[in-house]
């Protein structure tokens, strides 16, 4: 089984389509602070309270830290679901993953490891019911990490939401709008052993590039070129905490009057028992057509390779590209014949579209789907109790 504590790489295209939703939630309680400036964690008293107190409850009084941003925003996100749902009655609000990174982004956050969930209720005690149910089903997901909780009245229905982020690097603020081309410092400090740390960053249709990394004594720094003319710059912080590399932060940066494309393809469909990973190749695939790269042909031998990954990381119970029983995806392929070079991206997410939306919005992932040397892809899923868990592997076979 794997472990709910696995990190998910949350998508940030679609921020502009809920602004009105989140800025009006925002002014209903009263306008919240951006989510740099300081403030204090204060809860109100009812439900978001009690809430607390039933997390401290189950967990042990200390053994999560309360973030006032992360209230507002998980405020923001009850108020976003609302708008979006009509209050939620009914649906799967636990693992819509990409509305909270969505209110995270629009507070300024910069986490890239966020486990958000809500619950809807027609009273206060049902809600704090489910919410207690769920602390104690998958208390990993709030044990050592902080957490904010937040919740709403609205349309008759009752609204909790929590939102609980892993902070691997901690950074100062950074701007989030450019009026021109320039340069952003980014700064940080790493929170236990980081090695390989790395920043990414994708221009506006251009090509990924890295940015030089300073590290002293634990800090960090790097300073990011924003030069490809007006758009949303992706900003991407890589670094390898075991199991290979892992995105540690992700975010936008608009220069100009730029704002983030929404992805929307339209595939068939292939039909049976690997429909989703199928839908997934085609996403790539049509994607890759889109942007003048030569398509990728389906092959058997890497797709059995990317489905044994997926079913290692579900069975052992980590979220990575080197396995403690396989390794990496070059030992796991030496006993293909003919690859000259061999790639791999990862994805959990609820849907194929969500793994695709996801790996377009990380530089590294979308630098490897765009990757004009490869001629081969097979894709591998199983379900989880986290959703689908997604290997995609790439290869350039000899002629």
Known sequence: MISANLPRLISTIGLLVLAGAMHASAAEFGGAPDYHEPNPAKLEPGLEADAWKVLEAVLGAG????????????????????AADG??????????????????????????????????????????????????????????????????????RWLL??????????????????EVEGKVVIKGKKVGAIDDLRVLVAPPGGKVT???????????????????GDGVYTVEILGDVGFGPRVLNLFPITVGSGSAPA?????????????????????IVADREERGLDPLEPDLDLARVAITHSRDMRDSGFF???????????????????????GEVIALASSSQRAFSNLLASPAHASSLHDPAMT?????????EDGMLFTVVLARRQE
């Not at 992805?263 to 429909?275: A, D, N, T």
Request: net charge neutral.
């Open 63 to 82: 053994k999560t830290a309360r973030d006032g941003p992360l209230v507002w925003a998980a405020r923001d996100l009850c108020a976003a679901v609302h």
């Open 87 to 156: 209050g939620g009655a009914g649906a799967d609000l636990s693992l819509d993953h990409e509305l909270a990174r969505q209110v995270m982004l629009a507070r300024g956050a910069t986490e890239a490891v966020v486990y958000p969930f809500v619950v809807s209720a027609s009273d206060p005690d049902t809600a704090l019911a489910s919410w207690k149910s769920h602390v104690e089903a998958d208390e990993d997901a709030f044990a050592g990490r902080t957490v904010g909780v937040g919740a709403l009245e609205a349309g008759g």
């Open 161 to 178: 939401a929590s939102l609980s982020v892993e902070r691997l690097v901690t950074l100062e603020p950074v701007a989030r709008v450019l």
């Open 210 to 228: 890295s940015s030089p990394v300073t590290l002293k004594a634990g800090a960090f720094k790097a300073v990011v070129a924003l030069d490809h």
């Open 263 to 283: 992805v929307v393809l339209s595939v068939p469909w292939r039909k049976g028992p690997s429909r989703n990973a199928w839908m997934l190749f085609d996403l």
């Open 320 to 342: 990575g590209h080197v396995s403690p029983s396989h390794g990496g995806i070059e030992k796991r392929t030496v006993h293909l014949d003919g690859l000259a070079t061999v």
């Open 376 to 384: 081969h892809m097979g894709v591998g899923k199983v379900k989880t």
